[in-house]
């Protein structure tokens, strides 16, 4: 292909204006991309390069080819997880090669950003830069620093001999892969690996056609066996991403021992069903940990993965350190690191922790597995002392509901948070999704770090059958009596608070006070009349304090959105053949109201008898779904005699 210049000089030859030659250029350039405009009249023309039923999706840098059957997977609801991982990996590449002496470049970033490292050569004392940039240095010198400057200097698109080994075990269609070799600087490659073929090669057309074969190497080979034969210290993974359809469970024994030291493991779980306790026995086959159905079940399940992760890596003497964690839509993502220490794998039972839910007030306890105590330079461990709670529930004496064991320790590493948020803050128009990012990573960052779970307003509220307060009033009340609260990215409505449940419940019944119930309609065993008889021992106010709304929430960010499509949760699994019966929209139309609208199916129920006449119990009369027309016996007997002839 011409470059540039030439192709100006060649249009100026042929008596041409240069405005016309760098209309021409930028127009070639589109095309070379896949990008070229195209009017009105021929919108619905193929594009080249294209097969029949193929469509073009543009997400970020990536041009994808993608079949319009369902032979291959995508969601284009995650793209914020895409995102969120595309930011996350560059915070850890420039982490990882800043160490190493290597900047990294990101296009649309603000000049005046420095790594870590060059802002604290900065800051401290005694450090003259003014020598460097001398008049006197001679040219040939500044040249010769320029060329080692760009030597260290990583770029996107560009292979990074020192930077970073991704692994996609599960690509599908390698939008993810492709991404980040286009957007992510300071790697080195990236195998998008997938166990069907038909993937894989359209994978092999997608890096093909993103021009990035230099980083994204293809792969055909089942995820679980790729990763156990990368248990080489050698031929470990510095990256490894697990986006599966469903629950990784299967891969995460593999995935913690072909990641490097200090590497990064990204996992995502859509299995939110069986995390949040519809299928408990589910969730301990799976994940090691019995999981309850709480208001806090979102980030139970967010602790339950990690769980899940640090005994696996403990199994081979290695243990994890959560960078970030965050439950959004429909799924869980967890970014972590792993490092090995024998030393430090002792302390994995005191992190983990057993969970008492009430069923009827939602009062929750946590119990540690392991306890620790620090003797000088010595560390003693012991098991823990327990159970904190009685068999009832001291607020409401409701049974107690046992979950677990789960994570207990701080779902976030603030210091990187805050990094890959500056980064994000830097140069919002790099993502699609930059507000949601800096929306759900600020309220990160604004969690209580060391109080696992929360409760909910509303569940608070409608315990009592009483009215909710607002999120400022009840923050106020905490704050008031001295206890700390902050929200939560999980949940709308979330309160996390060092606040015991006594204190808890008092606040509640202060706010009763001055919003009473109709008492006498409560039930003497309801958990609001235990609840209401006891008088509260802290006189909760609920003044409206100056610090009690949070940074995020003045400043109206995006921290949860709407749905950003029509039907747009979990898609349909990849089917080898691709061919879908029925369209997923018109599935899951035949599948709304189902249970309301049986207007056909009470049609065919009125011509069978209804049993519960014969038996002189049905009170429905005409509004009964079934046959009220009594039937002689003759007719009964032919019936039954047809019955047996049948037989």
């Given amino acids: 292909m011409l470059s540039g210049a030439a192709l100006l000089c060649a249009w100026r030859h042929c008596g041409r204006s240069l405005v016309d030659g760098v209309r021409l250029l930028s127009e070639v350039h589109s095309l070379a991309r896949g990008r070229l405009s195209m009017d009105s009249e021929s919108v619905g023309a193929p594009r080249a390069g294209l097969k029949s ?45 800043d160490a190493k002496g290597i900047r990294l470049e990101v296009p649309g970033e603000e000049e005046g950003a420095v790594s870590p490292s060059e802002s604290e050569e900065e800051s401290e004392p005694g450090q003259d830069r003014e020598a460097e940039r001398s008049p006197d240095t001679p040219t040939g010198h500044c040249e010769e620093a320029q060329s080692r400057e760009r030597e260290r200097t990583a770029r996107v698109g560009e292979c990074c001999e020192e930077g970073l080994r991704i692994l996609e075990g599960l690509a599908a269609s390698g939008l993810r892969s492709i991404r980040f070799a286009k957007e992510v600087p300071g790697i080195r490659s990236v195998t998008a690996n997938d166990f069907s073929a038909r993937a894989v090669e359209l994978i092999k057309r997608n890096v093909e056609h993103n021009e990035v074969q230099e980083l994204v190497t293809p792969s055909h080979a089942d995820a679980s066996m790729l990763l156990y034969a990368a248990r080489g210290k050698k031929d470990r993974y510095d990256v490894i991403d697990l986006d599966p359809y469903g629950s990784p469970a299967q891969f995460l024994d593999a995935a913690v021992q072909a990641v490097s030291e200090g590497g990064l493991l990204c996992v995502t779980c859509t299995d939110m069903a069986v995390m949040a306790g519809n299928s408990a026995e589910t969730c301990y086959s799976k994940y090691g940990s019995i999981s309850t159905k709480a208001r806090f079940c979102h980030e139970m399940a967010l602790r339950i993965i990690l769980h899940s992760l640090d005994q696996r890596a403990n199994c081979y003497q290695r243990y994890i350190q959560p960078l970030l964690c965050v439950s959004v839509d429909f799924y869980i993502r967890v970014f972590v690191r792993v490092f090995t220490s024998q030393a430090q794998v002792k302390n994995s039972a005191s992190k983990q922790a057993l969970v008492y839910n009430c069923v009827g007030c939602g009062t929750f306890h946590l119990q540690r597995m392991g306890k620790r105590i620090t003797q000088g330079n010595h560390m003693k461990y012991s098991a823990a002392i327990g159970p904190p709670v009685g068999p009832s529930c001291e607020h409401c004496g409701q049974r107690q509901q046992l979950g677990g064991p789960l994570w207990a320790e701080p779902l976030h590493d603030l210091g990187f948070v805050e990094r890959v948020l500056s980064g994000v803050s830097r140069n919002p128009k790099r ?12 309220m990160a960052t604004e969690e209580l770090p060391d109080v696992p779970l929360y409760y909910t307003l509303d569940a608070l509220s409608s315990t009592i059958h009483c009215n909710t307060p607002s999120l400022l009033q009840a923050r106020s009340a905490f704050l008031h009596a001295g206890f700390r609260v902050s929200l939560s990215h999980a949940c709308k409505n979330a309160l996390k608070t060092d606040a015991p449940p006594s204190a808890v419940w008092d606040i509640m019944r202060c706010w009763e006070k001055k919003n009473p119930v109709k008492r006498e309609k409560l039930s003497e065993t309801s958990p609001a009349f235990r609840i209401l008889s006891t008088e509260p021992t802290l006189q909760a106010c609920f003044d409206i304090r100056e610090d009690a709304n949070p940074k995020s929430r003045k400043q109206h960010l995006k921290r949860f959105q709407e749905n950003p499509e029509a039907n747009w949760g979990p898609k349909a699994r990849a089917k080898a053949g691709g061919g879908i019966s029925v369209a997923l929209e018109e599935r899951r139309k035949q599948l709304q109201n189902k249970r309301k609208n049986r207007s056909e199916e009470t049609k065919q129920l009125k011509s069978y008898p209804c049993k519960k006449l014969r038996q002189g119990t049905c009170v429905l009369g005409e509004e009964c779904h079934y046959s009220h027309e009594q039937k002689k016996e003759g007719e009964e007997e032919e019936e039954e005699e047809g019955g047996e002839k049948m037989e």
């Fill in 431 to 442: 993502f699609a999704t930059s507000s949601r990012i800096q929306g759900v990573l600020s």
């Fill in 53 to 97: 039923g193929e469509t073009l999706i543009t997400e970020g840098k990536a041009d994808i080819i993608f079949p319009s059957a369902n032979e291959v997977f995508y969601n284009p609801v995650q793209e914020f997880n895409r995102d969120l991982t595309c930011a996350v990996l560059t915070e850890f590449a420039r982490q990882q090669l």
